[in-house]
């Protein structure tokens, strides 16, 4: 297929290297035009225009700001090429994701939401859980763009947002498995257990799933750089939840507790460490960081 990919952030550079891999055209744009030049087998665009073009265009930005800023400021709904299709795979607010099939919807620009689970390195394998709504005959048209990103494409219904609210869900689940991670170390660390046995132990047996394991080993050994997930991102995520909760009239008071922690972290300069980095609130309220 012929397809502009939107963003090469960590995430995007290696999903667009996976599209490249199964033999797509892949027209690339960044705001930073380095990143588009580096990614072989990838055709550099000039314009994010020149990217929302052809069988399907594919953004991977930052957050909503960013997505608003090149899609709705950036005048490319109402450019004269348009894509056959959106496939809009940043993780953005429910309220956005809901806007925007509106305004695609009255663009007649096809509009499907695929947020995706998986960091660089499995963005990078092609291996991503991607997270699919949307009109059933549009997430079947892009198929083979989703089959060379990710291992298993997850439907969650017509509508677009559905995808965006399951994605913070999903978020929401793993900053709070980074926080227990956090506290549980700080806790054993007091008792004169080094943290990085307990996690040893029970990323191997009780919590033994990829969230534990690759949150929990960083954690172990302290290492926080180079970011695979900026801990921005992560708290950028849990706002996010929290407002859909609000709107919907869901309280989730954990969430508010994880919104202080990451605004913590972020004071103290972790914002663009990696995610893991928020075990380091509960260490240093211990007294041993
Ligand atoms: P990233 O490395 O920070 O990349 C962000 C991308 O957005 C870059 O291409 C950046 O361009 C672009 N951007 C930011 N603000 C912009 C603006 N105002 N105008 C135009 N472009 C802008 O982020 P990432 O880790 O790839 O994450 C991308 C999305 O995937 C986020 O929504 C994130 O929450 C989600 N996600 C991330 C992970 C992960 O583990 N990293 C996993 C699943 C989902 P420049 O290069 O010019 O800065």
Known sequence: MDVGFIGLGRMGRGMAASLIRAGHTVRVWNRSPEAAKALTGAVPVASAADAFRGDAAITMLADDAALRAVIVEGGLLDSPERPGLHLSMSTISVALAAELAAIHGRAGIPYIAAPV???????EAGALNIVAAGEATLIDRAAPLLDAMGTKTWRFGDEPQRANAVKLAGNFMLVSAIEA????????????VAGADLLDLLTNTLF??????GYGASIAANRYEPPGFNLKLGAKDVRLALAAADAVGVP?????????????AM?????DKDLA???????RRSGRA
Do not use: Q
């Open 117 to 123: 689970f998986g960091r660089p390195d499995v963005a």
């Open 181 to 192: 991670m956090g506290e549980a170390a700080a806790f054993a660390e007091a008792h004169g």
């Open 208 to 213: 033994a799933s990829p969230v534990y394991k």
């Open 252 to 264: 989730m008071p954990f969430a508010s507790v994880l919104r202080d922690n990451l605004i913590d």
């Open 267 to 271: 004071a103290h300069g972790d914002g």
């Open 277 to 283: 980095a928020l075990a380091r609130v509960a260490s």
